[in-house]
């Protein structure tokens, strides 16, 4: 494809680095940095004067500015994709037209504009009104797909053109034919605008690309060469692509620049057998023109001026990486040399390592020894020093002890005394404990009496609660017969009016004489039926009152009971609660009793237990002594035989320190030189660090320019997959083998592109590994060199406090050898005075072990009394305890008997008041009832005498006189009788109230007397735990008898092991003495063995520290040689690719001089003004082309082209 795609590369790049100076930044440092301050001056300037921009750079901006303008994702979008269907020749036959209405917002209504024929949605049945500029859509709120046809001109047109052999041929007469074909597809830009550049009118083509793809089969066409595209074989088919920027040429002012050449068609050439070729298809899209943006360079000016530098940077930067790569060689070779080095540096340091590491253990095992050696002989003379002074303490202890031995045998003495009288009062105490138990079960006795006079009180309280219940149902049974009377005496009163009314009536007129006669009968009928309800109503009454009469005869007869009774309960009460009282007095001072008792025999047992205690330590210590004196014996003569052998060894520890001083010494001079040479290799190391420092920088510049390579590469894959997008939308709706075909070959084709991609983002990313992996191993190589040095100077220092130690050690084994004799002499006394130990603790023990057997006898016979001490306290504590809730009870029942009394006489007052009243009732019923009788009768003559008023009218007004005067007198009657009635009522009612009251009140007393049988529930238990505590009083007494009679007996033997006691001391006196002698003597040799020990001590403790020291500085120095060894090889890995990579920069770097910026620069004779002005048009012209069959206003718009090239084959004969 010529030079075109290079050329656009280095457009771009100039594009992309517009006003940097990044190249030659990394060629010449100085410069950059004087260049970087201008650039701050200017910008400074710039910033405060705006006016010193030219013209120019002012139109540029202000394109930016409306650039940069860009929708919000909420306005309608036309996306349309135009299909065209050519014949062999590439002359259109049929436009399809494909448009997607984006409808962001869910609108219902979409503006269009169509020149499109035949419309038809594709989608849904949403339809469309109008047509041409007019054209509205009736949506239900999604997108719109819809198609069309069409006869426009096409923005671009393909000619293709064939040749056989040379010679040109039309596609039908080629068809079948074998020999060289060419194949030639021709764009032609039909697309302009005129636009105004560095002052002229220009014409200028929108920017399509446009790429042509077709599948060949691998068996007819051989030897296939490509011209402006690429050739992709999979297997036995190929496909050829190409690519065309139609117009871009002109556009770009460089027509008559015959070394930039951006293609225009695409063609290939094969030896072909039998030619045919399939269905060839073409993508045309203005949309990658969109997205490069121009507006990010504002300073052309200053682009212009740099533009030279950059050429000249790029010089200096090729000499440098030339310089870079003989540098690399050098260095490679140089690393070598470091890493055998190194190598060897490694091997000596593990053995300079190992050796020390044997010398510190063996150091530190002497060290040890010594230190045992200093240890032991310090805890000999330790230990004989307190054998010293605890013998000292020992002879003036059995002093003591004599003396307290005498003041025991007459305390026991006194013990046996007063334990005497202490059995003759637990004698007198256990016969009171039984006196008491027998008071105590009296007690019990009679007061579950009380509780069960308790429960038949509370049977009697539930009796009278009953009956109130019952006194209160007949009240309100005689309250009910009562209401019923009061509603016959309303039932008579209205007969009385009616009978008044009739009466009234006959009076006035006789002409209704019948009417009025059966009203009279139906008065008198009703007046008899009220008799008979109230008769029946007293009836109820009677009987209520009768029965409340009863009740509240007995609840008087129970109030007297209840009353007598809760009398005679309340005198039993308080002389119950004054017994109690008394009983409490009592238990409380036998409690103080026993509690004295107990404490004292507490004590008593515990001066015997520590007695006991103290005896058998003196017998244990004894033991112990014996036993010491017996090792002591047997080791003195060991430290005899040993104090030889240490002078022999002594010796040969002095002569064995001289010669390790005498090495160390020289071993210190050897450390010296290797601290120097290792300080020198670091300086070395830093020099190399430092040469390097600016090789990772460039190498980044070459990585980032792999990594825009990719990315353009990129882009045009992304184009690729918008082809093969279109391609399979057509396979969709029109399916054949050739698009098939050509599907597959562009997928591989993309495929191949992003291997080459990858492959370029590789090649960066292993730049940049390759760059990491120097600096790190730079890096390594330094620490390993620090390393280095500390562990060398750790080593030289280690080296001269090991010579230190050496020499206190020499010094220590002549000190041990001289010292070693004198033990000796001192292990010798220790022997004698140790044999006068031995005999003195074996008298020491026999006195001990009497005195423990004495001291034991007494803490057991103490332990007994104590124990029947302490029972005796437990049970006159729960005596005690029992007697307070006896004590509590009686209160509690004395004040509830008190309450339960007044409760009872109100009680029997009420109950006959009640009486009384119930009593007055029933007579005044009995009344009622014998005139609701009279009454009734009554009725029955007046019901006759209307019969006979019916049979004879003639006296009708004689008769109707004396009856309305008659039953004038019945209404005021039956009035006062109804009045009376009502007030029986409210007295009832009143009755019903206090029954209430009553019942309340029983209840009550009903709940006061189950306390009343709690409380004695709670008196019997109480008793009965009185007589429990008594009996254990009992038992404890007899048990304290039995303790003090054995406390008696053995403080008597107390009293004999004492007198034994007196006699062993006084020979255990003797013996501690004799001790105190020896172990002066032995306290004396041992000081001289420490002394002697403490000088070994101290000079294999410096021996160790310079061991230590020089193992931790050989094992730094030998960590050091080994990252050195690491970093030196990480370091000859990553020279040699930094060699490689150098080598590719400089080739790198010649290349993109010669095909990249030389071009640049020739093709615009130094002036890029005009290219920047006319890329502007380009993008301008590029998104004004955003629609092919019209859209409406406020419409954004995409398209893009797909042409179908009929295939060219064998016509097929017909049979």
Avoid at 215 to 238: A, C, E, H, W
Avoid at 933 to 942: C, D, F, M, Q
Wanted: glycine fraction near 14%.
């Amino acid at each position: 494809m010529k030079k075109y795609g290079r050329f656009l590369a280095g457009v771009l790049a100039v594009l992309i680095s517009a006003g940097s100076t990044g190249f030659y930044a990394v060629a010449n440092k100085d410069e950059s940095s004087k260049s970087n301050d201008s650039s701050k001056t200017s910008d400074k300037e710039s910033s405060e004067d705006d006016d010193y921009k030219s013209p120019e750079l002012k139109k540029r901006d202000n394109k930016k500015s409306d650039e940069t303008k860009t929708s919000d994702g909420t306005t309608t979008r036309k996306e349309e994709t135009v299909y065209v269907l050519t014949d062999a020749n590439g002359n259109p036959t049929k436009i399809i037209v494909s448009d997607h209405l984006v409808n962001p917002q869910g609108l219902t209504t979409l503006m269009d504009m169509s020149t499109l024929t035949d419309i038809e949605n594709l989608k849904n049945d949403d339809t469309f009104s109008g047509s041409g500029k007019g054209m509205q859509w009736n949506t239900s709120g999604g997108d719109i797909y819809y198609k069309g046809y069409t006869n426009a001109a096409l923005p671009v047109e393909i000619k293709v053109s064939y040749t056989l052999d040379g010679r040109s041929i039309t596609p039908e007469e080629l068809a079948g034919k074998s020999g060289k074909v060419t194949v030639r597809y021709d764009y032609v830009n039909n697309s302009t605008t005129t636009v105004k550049i560095n002052g002229k009118n220009e014409t200028i083509c929108t920017p399509f690309l446009m790429a042509t793809g077709s599948l060949l089969d691998g068996t007819k066409f051989k030897n296939i060469q490509v011209t402006n595209g690429k050739l992709v074989s999979d297997g036995d088919r190929q496909a050829v692509i190409g690519y065309a920027l139609p117009g871009l040429t002109s556009s770009l002012g460089l027509e008559d620049n015959e070394d930039i050449g951006i293609p225009e068609y695409f063609e290939f050439t094969a030896d072909v057998t039998d030619f045919e070729l399939k269905t060839v298809f073409t993508a045309g899209t203005n949309s990658f023109f969109n997205d490069i943006d121009f507006g990010g360079i504002n300073k052309l000016d200053e682009l212009e001026d740099k533009l030279g530098e950059l050429a000249d940077a790029v010089d200096q930067l090729s000499d440098g990486s030339q310089q870079l790569y003989d540098g690399t060689k050098e260095l490679n070779k140089g690393v070598g040399d470091l890493k055998d080095g190194a190598d060897k540096l490694a091997d000596g340091g593990k053995q300079l390592n190992d050796g020390a590491v044997s010398l510190a253990d063996g150091a530190g095992k002497l060290a040890d020894g010594t230190k045992t050696l200093d240890s032991g002989a310090g805890d000999l003379v330790n230990g004989i020093k307190s054998a010293k002074d605890g013998s000292d303490k020992l002879v003036g202890g059995f002093t003591q002890v004599n003396d307290g031995a005498s003041q025991l045998k007459d305390g026991s003495a006194k013990l046996a005394n007063g334990l005497g009288d202490a059995d003759t009062g637990a004698k007198t105490l256990d016969e009171g404990a039984a006196s008491l138990a027998d008071g105590a079960s009296k007690l019990n006795d009679g007061i579950q009496k009380v509780a069960s006079g308790s429960g038949a009180l509370a049977d009697g309280t539930k009796a009278i609660d009953d009956g109130a219940h019952s006194l209160v149902d007949a009240i309100k049974a005689a309250r009910n017969g009562s209401t019923q009377l009061v509603d016959g005496f309303i039932q008579v009163n209205s007969g009385a009016a009616d009978l008044k009314s009739g009466t009234a009536q006959l009076a006035a007129g006789m002409a209704n004489a019948d009417d009025s006669v059966a009203k009279l009968k139906d008065g008198a009928d009703k007046l008899k039926d009220g008799a008979d309800t109230a008769a029946a109503g007293a009836k109820s009454l009677k009987d209520g009152t009768a029965s409340a009469k009863d009740g509240a005869k007995s609840l008087a007869d129970g109030a007297k009971t209840l009353d007598d009774g809760l009398k005679s309960a309340k005198e039993g009460s308080a002389k119950l609660k004054e017994g109690t009282s008394q009983l409490k007095n009592g238990a409380d001072d036998l409690k103080s009793g026993t509690e004295k008792l107990a404490e004292g025999i507490s004590s008593a047992d515990k001066g015997a237990a520590d007695v006991h205690s103290g005896s058998k330590k003196v017998a244990s210590g004894s033991k112990a002594l014996a036993d010491g004196a017996a090792t002591l014996d047997s080791g003195a003569a060991n430290v005899a035989a040993g104090s030889s052998k240490l002078s022999t060894g002594a010796g040969s520890l002095s002569t064995s320190a001289g010669t390790l001083s005498a090495g160390i010494t020289s071993s210190k001079a050897g450390s010296a030189k290797v601290l120097a040479g290792a300080q020198s290799l670091s300086g070395g190391i830093d020099t190399l660090a430092e040469g390097a420092a600016a090789i990772p920088e460039k190498l980044n510049g070459i990585s980032d320019s792999m990594t825009n390579a990719a990315n353009g590469l990129y882009s045009s894959i992304e184009y690729n997959k918008q082809v093969l997008a279109s391609l399979q939308q057509i396979y969709a709706s029109n399916p054949s083998d050739d698009i098939a075909t050509m599907i597959g070959t562009l997928q591989q084709t993309i495929a191949s592109q992003e291997q080459i991609a990858a492959g370029l983002a590789e090649g960066s990313s292993q730049i940049s590994a390759d760059t990491t992996a120097l600096t790190n191993g730079i890096a390594s190589l330094k620490t390993g060199a620090a390393a280095l040095v500390d562990g060398a100077q750790a080593l030289d220092t280690g080296l001269a406090t090991l010579d230190e130690g050496g020499k206190a050690l020499a010094e220590g084994a002549d000190k041990l050898y001289t010292n070693s004799k004198t033990l000796a002499d001192g292990a010798a006394k220790v022997s004698t005075g140790a044999a006068g130990l031995k005999a003195g603790s074996s008298e020491l023990l026999n006195g001990a072990n009497a005195l423990s057997t004495g001291a034991g006898s007494l803490s057991a016979g103490l332990t007994t009394a104590s124990a029947g001490a302490k029972s005796v306290d437990s049970g006159a504590g729960k005596l005690q305890a029992g007697i307070e809730q006896v004590n509590k009870g009686a209160v509690d029942l004395d004040e509830g008997l008190g309450k339960l009394s007044g409760g009872s006489g109100e009680l029997k007052v009420g109950a006959n008041t009640l009486f009384n009243g119930i009593s007055a009732i029933d007579n005044g019923v009995t009344s009622l009832l014998e005139g609701i009788k009279a009454l009734a009768i009554g009725a029955g003559s007046l019901s006759t005498g209307a019969s006979t008023l019916s049979a004879g009218l003639h006296s009708a007004n004689t008769g109707a006189a004396a009856l309305d005067e008659g039953a004038g007198k019945l209404q005021g009657g039956l009035t006062q009788l109804s009045e009376g009635t009502t007030k029986l009522d409210d007295g009832l009612g009143q009755l019903t109230e206090g029954g209430e009251k009553l019942k309340a009140g029983t209840g009550t007393l009903a709940s006061k007397v189950t306390e009343l049988v709690a409380g004695a529930g709670q008196l019997a238990d109480g008793s009965t735990a009185v007589a429990d505590g008594a009996k254990k009083i009992s038992g404890g007494t007899h048990s304290l008898a039995e303790g003090i009679a054995a406390a008696y007996n053995g403080a008597y033997q107390l009293d004999t092991g004492l007198g034994s006691l007196q006699g062993g001391l006084g020979q255990l006196t003797d013996g501690a003495s004799a001790l105190d002698d020896g172990l002066g003597l032995l306290w004396q040799g041992g000081q001289t063995l420490k002394d002697g020990t403490y000088s070994v001590s101290t000079g294999s403790a410096q021996l160790l520290d310079g061991a230590e020291k020089l193992s931790d500085g050989s094992s730094t120095l030998y960590a050091g040689i080994t990252a050195l060894d690491d970093g030196a090889a990480q370091l000859k890995d990553g020279s040699k690719k930094l060699e490689d990579g150098a080598k590719k920069l400089n080739s790198g770097m010649k290349e993109f001089r010669r095909e990249g910026i030389d071009k640049i620069i020739s093709a615009y004779n130094d002036d890029i003004t005009p290219l920047l002005d006319r890329l502007d048009a380009l993008k301008k012209a590029s998104k004004a082309y955003d629609n092919f069959s019209g859209k409406a206003a406020g419409t954004e718009g995409e398209v893009k082209f797909i042409y179908e090239t009929a295939p060219v084959a064998v016509a097929k004969k017909d049979d």
